[in-house]
């Protein structure tokens, strides 16, 4: 079982950035995804960035792109979400996962969630 901890969420005022962490605990290894989700108020939870611990690029969702970089830190097993030019769209909890090689499926692994709010 994966332990995800995320923080650095907070309130900025649109056009502003921030960044996000996650410190994994407990055990991913190579063939593990870790990325970001996010879910609005009366919206379905829904992708935002991923990568692969094995390598190769990172990937993410066409909202996104251009504003967000996900990145990670292997000596701290920790993966950020940079956020930047944030729109009061990008409002949300943000959740860290961590799931084996097939998707996102139920053995994925979830953080407690950190709240983002953009004002306008």
């Known amino acids: 079982q994966v332990q995800l901890l995320e923080s650095g969420g907070g309130q900025v005022q649109a056009g502003g950035s921030l960044r996000l962490s996650c410190a994994a605990s407990g055990g991913t290894s190579s063939n593990y995804r870790m990325g970001w989700f996010r879910q609005a108020p009366g919206k379905e939870r829904e992708f935002v960035a991923a990568?692969?611990?094995?390598?190769?690029?990172?990937y993410y969702a066409d909202s996104v792109k251009g504003r967000f970089t996900i990145s990670r830190d292997n000596a701290k097993n920790t993966v950020y979400l940079q956020m930047n030019s944030l729109t009061s769209e990008d409002t949300a909890v943000y959740y860290c996962?961590?799931?084996?090689?097939?998707?996102?499926?139920?053995?994925?692994?979830w953080g407690q969630g950190t709240q983002v709010t953009v004002s306008s």
């Open positions: 990568f692969r611990w094995s390598g190769g690029s990172p």
């Open positions: 996962a961590a799931a084996p090689s097939g998707g996102w499926g139920p053995s994925t692994n």
